[in-house]
């Protein structure tokens, strides 16, 4: 019995050729072809238009902005008449560092493969799982013929540890398996967004690539899990007539390193999240969406509005204009007393008149 192939790939297989699927109608799609090039074409009017009315048409950050409208524009031309070509290249992309890793993992195990009496090459995720899954079926069936009753709880200890951590091995790898095929086949929509919000892409880049490391942690923890079963599979299966203490001390070290695992496995997406300053879940998408949302009213308001920047010295020069054109009033004084009406003081030139 094949532990990897009878779980994982009653999930993967289906959701793999639905979303693979999906992708690639909707790059032939000839309606979202056409919809995505006139949404394209409109953008850059509206952004030659605003380069004129602000005057910075020659610039050099115009220059880049131009080139990276017509990269975008070859590369969503391209994706859309090779789909699978292009899905292709995409997951080689995004999974070249992960890949380098993996095999630096992958050679650093080959001086522990006599532990396994197998060749190398087959240290993957399949067969570390399975050798694990076979080994505690192993361990749990042939124990059970000479262990006491104080013995079995140790077992079942055991078995369940065991079984909680494959199952959360199998559970985490279809996880980002069909995170990662979904974010894959959201590609052909970040294309387009991403001409306006390149931060979009950004976003889209960190969260691809947290998902594609997963593949070597989970791969050095399995070995882990692996190695420790096969050290002391042969302590845990004595002769009848072998000593428990020795017995009762591999159990505990067997169910204290299992837990370990257990518990490293657990803080994987955690340390991936802070790695690549992500969310995980649907938050990343979340942002994503708020992201391309501000960046098409920024996009939107620049284009549409009129540029105020020299209405403050009109009206400034407007004003000293239209104060300049007023004359001149004359000083003038009033001076009331108490026993005398009033008296008004005008002067007019060099002469005082007082009335």
Not at 55 to 61: K, M, N, V
Request: with cysteine.
């Amino acid at each position: 019995m094949q532990l990897y192939q009878n779980v994982l790939h009653f999930f993967l297989d289906p959701t793999h050729a639905l979303l693979a699927q999906i992708g690639q109608e909707i790059l032939q799609n000839a309606s979202f072809r056409l919809l995505c090039n006139l949404a394209m074409l409109i953008a850059l009017m509206l952004w030659a238009l605003n380069r004129v009315r602000l005057a910075d048409f020659f610039f050099l950050r115009t220059l880049f902005s131009l080139c990276a409208f017509a990269l975008f524009f070859t590369l969503f031309n391209y994706a859309t008449h090779n789909p699978t070509a292009f899905y292709t290249q995409l997951k080689e992309l995004i999974f070249y560092a992960p890949n380098v890793l993996t095999q630096l993992v992958q050679q650093s195990l080959q001086a522990s493969s006599t532990a396994f009496n197998t060749d190398p090459t087959h240290f993957n995720l399949e067969f570390l799982l399975n050798q694990s899954f076979h080994s505690l079926v192993l361990l749990a069936t042939q124990a059970q013929g000479h262990l006491n009753n104080f013995m079995a709880g140790f077992v079942c200890a055991l078995v369940v540890a065991q079984g909680a951590l494959l199952t959360y091995t199998l559970a985490l790898t279809l996880i980002v398996s069909i995170e990662l095929l979904l974010w894959l086949a959201l590609a052909v929509f970040v294309l387009p967004l991403g001409l306006f919000a390149p931060k979009l892409l950004w976003h889209y880049a960190k969260k691809c690539m947290a998902l594609a490391f997963y593949q070597p942690l989970i791969l050095l923890l399995a070995f882990y899990n692996a190695q420790i079963l096969q050290h002391l599979i042969r302590t845990l299966l004595p002769a009848p007539t072998a000593p428990t203490p020795p017995l009762i001390g591999a159990y505990l070290t067997l169910i204290v390193s299992t837990l370990l695992v257990l518990f490293l496995l657990y803080r994987v997406p955690t340390f991936l999240n802070s790695l690549f300053a992500t969310q995980g879940g649907v938050q990343d998408l979340q942002a994503m969406l708020s992201a391309s949302k501000n960046a098409w009213l920024q996009h939107s308001q620049s284009a549409l509005n009129i540029p105020q920047s020299s209405s403050p010295s009109l009206e400034q020069h407007h004003t000293s204009t239209h104060s300049a054109q007023e004359p001149l009033k004359e000083p003038s004084f009033q001076v009331q007393t108490l026993s005398t009406p009033k008296v008004q003081i005008h002067q007019i030139k060099d002469k005082h008149e007082i009335v």
